[in-house]
């Protein structure tokens, strides 16, 4: 009696591992809803929005904001004359660091990754949306 009823487990172990088994690929094929796929982002009109206009305040620093911007950079010059001093004009007083600094590619890196991607689906006619704002974003990105 022991041994049918260890025989009987085995066989139910062994169904329950192959049917697990088998029933799990179609599964295991889908895409994580919760992430962006490459293969799939920058096809349509409202993603190509988003993902120029997310670039503003990093290509151009004066947007959004109540400054100069990077024409603030001649103030105290001959060009452009501000309310206080600044010191790096006075010899000595400046110095450029000899390491770090401000150099950094991410952002063109970023608007090559869209120029790349978007306009072959462009000329394979494979974006979706308003074709004239398609072309303005990507007008926006070769800016």
């Not at 109540?66 to 006075?90: C, K, Q, V």
């Amino acid at each position: 009696m022991k041994f049918k009823h260890k025989i009987f487990n085995i066989f139910q172990l062994g169904l329950i591992t192959a049917v697990g088994l088998s029933s799990c690929n179609k599964y295991l094929d889908i895409n994580p809803p919760s992430q962006i796929i490459p293969e799939v982002y920058l096809t349509e009109e409202s993603q190509l929005a988003a993902y120029t206009i997310a670039r503003y305040t990093e290509v151009f620093p004066s947007h959004g904001t109540w400054s100069f911007g990077t024409f603030g950079i001649d103030g105290n010059t001959d060009n452009m004359a501000m309310p206080n001093l600044d010191n790096r004009f006075i010899p000595g007083q400046w110095r450029v660091g000899a390491e770090g600094g401000d150099w950094n590619f991410s952002n063109i890196y970023q608007m090559n990754y869209f120029i790349n991607t978007v306009v072959p689906k462009w000329k394979e006619k494979k974006l979706l949306g308003n074709a004239s704002n398609v072309e303005h974003y990507i007008g926006e990105a070769y800016f």
